[in-house]
């Protein structure tokens, strides 16, 4: 039973190893493309070497941690370089290996334009990835693509990673051991491997490295090739850059440990062969976040959204995930957060980018909330292990932090919260039975600001508004629209003709009669009118033309006709 288990999960591998294997070969360039396999200097950039050692270079470089400058060769009078150097005895030949200086095929004018676009493409590849793929070529093997070809190929053995470094504009290039790994050539060794056979030698692990003992031993692996050699002071400056072959050489599934094969792993099976079946997150889209219980063990240190804490969540329950966007929407923020909560959790996290402006952001952020002592930096100038070392130092150094305070202020915290909740929930709860909330209320009264631009509306009382359910608001407002669209068909009431008359409907038979009515009023209006003028001429008072007018001199008409007695008053 076991057996046939282990043959079934062995099937179950065969697919996935395949289409690993697949894909580690996209990462293998083993053209002639590749200067790692076959090295053409470029025209603006990178400089040979010549008339030195390979090994004194190496020793004054790595061994003595020196920098060392470079040297044109003497032009001519027409400004092209001389074809030789001077010649000098055995004793300043031997003088010149040992010191700082490196001799080139350049004139002074194009060595320093070269250095300094050379110094500009690795400052790029440094800024731009994080990654350094200046270095000097220590020893070449020239080989042949078969015995008939006449084209010799240069391919370089040992590979010294450097900086271009200069303290102003004015002051000369000097090139310096960056104390990153020292490698040997990759690349070529996969391709002779593979097309040829041959196994060129690993570089020898540890402090002490002999380049002329590893030179000794890659030429007799190529020894069978009778046109084949080692040149051991060729020595170039320029760019290799070997990372994918890394990726390649780490992905080989029989050099990992039994028990964590990259076949074996689980990411790996669902991303080349399963696919993923992760189940959904606990929360969904429209839970409210603070009521989810997980959601109190997240160590949230900046700002996030509940987009953002949905994300934390997901993470944090072991969800495989994608998370996109564009600029500007606060993945950054995200990815800080996930960091962060995974530490306090005592999880290790591997943050990988594309490009080091991404790793930057996210390590910016972890230093401004206190955290950036808990990460390590792997890229660029920090790879190298004397850079590592110091940083280990460096925080062991700092003991325990103080959490006093911070615990009191985490303490404060849940009531903050409930606090913050307890109004979030109040301006989103419905007000009694209306069905609109405080916040809504507040949003239409603020419509209605901006629409009457500072006029003073008019109170009005309606009874028992407070009662009023959704459906009577509704109601109301529908009849406040069929108001609203008369009004617009007929005016405002009060500037009609027939406005306080009280009559709603006239018939036509009656239309008659109504025209008679004003006919007689029309006289009895203008009668009046005439006598209102004679009593007023009579009596010496103005002639009257509105009602109001009119009322008061008929009542003075009356007092005169009612003849009181007025012997007693002055």
Same mark, same amino acid.
């Given at each position: 039973?076991?057996?046939v288990?282990?043959?079934? &999960?062995?099937?179950?591998l065969?697919p996935?190893?395949a ?5 580690? %070969? /996209? ?9 790692l396999i076959?090295y053409?200097?470029?025209k603006?950039?990178g400089?040979?070497?010549?008339? @030195? ?7 004054l470089l790595v061994?003595?941690?020196k920098?060392m ?8 009078l *027409?400004?092209?370089? /001389?074809? =030789?150097?001077?010649e000098?005895?055995d ?6 290996y040992? *010191? ?5 095929v350049e004139t /002074?004018?194009?060595?320093? +334009? ?10 790029t590849?440094? $800024?731009e990835q994080?990654?350094n793929?200046?270095y000097?070529?220590?020893?070449m093997?020239m080989?042949y /693509?078969?015995?008939?070809?006449e084209?010799g ?5 040992l590979?010294v990673?450097?900086?271009l @470094?200069?303290s102003?504009?004015s002051?000369?290039?000097r090139v310096r051991?960056?104390e990153e790994?020292?490698g +040997?050539?990759l690349?070529?060794q996969a391709?002779?491997?593979a097309?040829?056979g041959?196994q060129?030698?690993d570089?020898?692990?540890?402090e002490?490295?002999?380049?002329t ?6 030429a007799q692996?190529v020894a069978v090739?009778?046109?084949? !050699?080692?040149?051991?002071d060729?020595? $170039?400056?320029?760019f290799f850059? &070997?990372g994918k &072959?890394?990726?390649y050489?780490?992905? *080989?599934n029989?050099k990992?440990?039994?028990?964590a ?7 790996l099976?669902?991303?080349l062969?399963?696919g ?5 997150p606990t929360?969904g *889209?429209?839970v409210f976040?603070?009521?989810?219980a997980k959601t @109190?063990e997240l &160590?949230?240190?900046?700002d996030?959204d509940?987009?953002?804490i949905?994300a934390?969540?997901?993470?944090h329950?072991g969800?495989?995930l994608?998370?996109?966007?564009p600029?500007?929407?606060g ?5 800080t957060?996930?960091?962060? #909560? ?5 999880? %290790?996290v591997l943050?990988?980018a ?5 790793? $930057?952001v996210? !390590?910016r952020r ?8 808990a990460?390590?930096e792997l890229h660029?100038h %920090?790879?190298n292990?004397k850079e590592l070392h110091l940083?280990?130092k ?6 325990k932090?103080?959490l006093q305070?911070l615990q @009191? ?6 009531? +903050?919260? =409930?606090?913050? #909740?307890?109004?979030?929930t109040?301006?989103n709860?419905?007000i009694?039975q ?10 239409y009264l603020? =419509?209605?600001?901006?629409?009457v631009d ?11 508004i407070?009662?009023?359910?959704a459906?009577?608001?509704r109601?109301?407002?529908a ?6 669209a ?5 005016g405002?009431p009060a500037?009609?003709l027939?406005?306080g ?5 006239l018939l036509?038979?009656e239309q008659q ?6 006919s007689q009023s029309?006289?009895?209006?203008e009668?009046?009118?005439t006598v209102a003028?004679?009593?007023?001429n ?6 009257s033309?509105?009602?109001e007018?009119?009322l008061?001199l ?5 007092l005169?006709?009612?003849?009181p007695a ?5």
């Open positions: 039973m076991l057996t288990k282990k043959n079934y &999960f062995g099937r179950m065969e996935i190893l289409k690993l294997e697949a894909s580690r %070969k /996209e990462l293998l360039d083993l053209g002639l493309r590749n200067p076959h053409k200097r470029p603006s950039k400089v040979q070497v010549v008339q @030195e050692k390979a090994t004194a270079i190496f020793d061994n003595q941690g920098a400058s470079f040297v044109g060769r003497p032009a001519k *027409d400004g092209t370089p /001389e074809l =030789e150097f001077a000098l005895s004793e300043l030949l031997r003088q010149s040992t *010191d700082t200086k490196l001799q080139t /002074e004018t194009s060595l320093q +334009h070269k250095l300094l676009n050379t110094y500009y493409a690795a400052r590849s440094l $800024e994080g990654l793929t200046l000097i070529s220590l020893g093997l080989w /693509e078969s015995d008939a070809s084209e190929r240069l391919a370089p053995l590979l990673p450097v900086t @470094e200069r102003s504009a002051e000369r290039f051991y960056s790994e020292i +040997h050539n690349s070529l391709k002779l491997k097309e040829f041959l060129i030698p570089l020898p692990a540890g002490e490295i002999n380049i003992d590893y030179f000794s031993q890659v692996q090739q009778q046109r084949w !050699k080692v040149l051991p060729h020595i $170039e400056l320029g850059s &070997f &072959f890394m990726i050489h780490d992905l *080989d029989n990992w440990p039994q028990d094969k990259p076949a074996e792993n689980s990411i099976q669902s991303l062969q399963d993923f079946q992760d189940p959904p929360a *889209d429209d976040i603070d009521r989810v @109190e &160590f949230q240190v900046v996030a509940s987009s953002q949905l934390m969540l997901a993470v329950e969800r495989n994608v998370i996109q966007g600029p500007g929407t993945k950054s923020q995200t990815i957060n996930i960091i962060a #909560n995974a530490i306090g959790h005592g999880k %290790k943050f990988v594309e490009k080091m402006a991404a790793l $930057e996210v !390590k972890m230093d401004n909330i206190g955290l950036g002592e990460c390590l660029s %920090k790879a292990k940083e280990l460096r925080v062991l150094d700092l003991g932090p103080s305070k @009191e202020e985490v303490a404060l915290l849940s009531k +903050h919260r =409930e606090e913050i #909740n307890a109004y979030a109040a301006v709860t419905p009694r209306s069905g609109l909330t405080a916040h809504q209320v507040y949003g603020l =419509e209605i600001n901006d629409e500072g006029e003073i509306l008019p109170k009005i009382q309606l009874p028992d407070d009662k009023w359910t459906e009577k608001q109601e109301a407002e009849m406040a629209d069929r108001i609203q008369r009004l617009h068909d007929i405002l500037g009609l027939f406005w008359s009280g009559l709603r409907v036509p038979h009669e109504m025209v008679s009515i004003f029309y006289a009895a209006v009668k009046l009118k003028a004679e009593i007023a009579a009596m010496g008072m103005p002639v033309v509105k009602r007018e009119a008061k008929a009542a003075t008409a009356q005169a006709a009612a003849k007025l012997q007693q008053i002055a």
